[in-house]
């Protein structure tokens, strides 16, 4: 099975600050996918990022953005500009590419304060 | 916009009961799933389903089944509740459609055994 290991439990950022968020994974796949989930509040499971392993430019969504350091088998979120918004908590996840099932770390709680 | 919906965000139940978690999506979407959610164990797949009627193991299936009748609709059932088993429980969906590959969640429902 595959692992991933999110080794902050829990951060916080200063408003407009920026916060990276570390996620490392194991797998002997050569294709496969990273998510990063955000869960805000008693609020449902959004995705922020997708990455595809085989493309090596690092995704961007707006304010989110992923460092894939695929030989190191990393898989990092920056937020730029931290908004009260983005409080919450976050999840890193793979998927292999032949395979249903998402294997997700455990989470870091993120809070932004004003 | 998919939408999940679970049948209830909140649940309080006896140990030994019978418990049925309910889960539709609208999106006509072919593979469902079940997790828990506990703090510090991130989320945990308990079964997953690919197609009508079928059904898969994942990493912690023991003291749960599921039912999946329709396409839209995937049932958790707790045959007899224990007090371990109190957690948040998340349903998500997925289409089959290469480049689709993320989940989308419902809101969860919080169960609580006593």
């Known amino acids: 099975a595959q692992t991933v290991t999110q080794s902050q439990p829990e951060m916080s950022v200063q408003e407009a600050e920026t916060v990276t968020l570390s996620c490392t994974y194991d797998?002997?796949?050569?294709?496969?996918?990273l998510f990063w989930y955000k869960q805000p509040p008693s609020r449902q499971m959004i995705l922020v990022i997708r990455?595809?392993?085989?493309?090596?430019q690092n995704a961007t969504e707006n304010r989110f953005s992923v460092n894939f350091q695929k030989a190191a088998k990393s898989f990092s979120l920056k937020i730029s500009d931290s908004q009260l918004g983005d409080t919450a908590m976050y999840f890193c996840?793979?998927?292999?590419?032949?395979?249903?099932?998402?294997?997700f770390g455990t989470g870091t709680s993120l809070t932004v304060i004003p | 916009d998919v939408k999940v919906t679970q049948s209830s965000r909140y649940l309080v139940k006896r140990t030994g009961e019978k418990v049925f978690l309910e889960c539709v999506q609208d999106?006509?979407?072919?593979?469902m799933f079940w997790y828990r959610q506990d703090p510090g164990l991130g989320l945990r797949l308990i079964y997953f389903?690919?197609?009508?009627?079928?059904?898969e193991k994942g990493d912690i299936p023991e003291g749960y089944s599921v039912s999946r009748e329709k396409k839209e609709r995937f049932s958790l059932i707790l045959e007899s509740a224990s007090t371990n088993q109190t957690s948040m429980y998340l349903c998500?969906?997925?289409?089959?459609?290469?480049?689709?590959?993320?989940?989308?969640f419902g809101p969860g429902t919080r169960l609580l055994v006593l």
């Open positions: 996840a793979f998927m292999g590419h032949t395979g249903n099932q998402f294997y």
């Open positions: 999106m006509d979407h072919e593979n």
């Open positions: 797998t002997s796949e050569n294709n496969y996918y």
């Open positions: 998500a969906s997925r289409p089959r459609t290469s480049g689709q590959e993320t989940q989308y």
């Open positions: 990455q595809e392993a085989y493309k090596q």
């Open positions: 389903s690919y197609d009508v009627k079928m059904k």
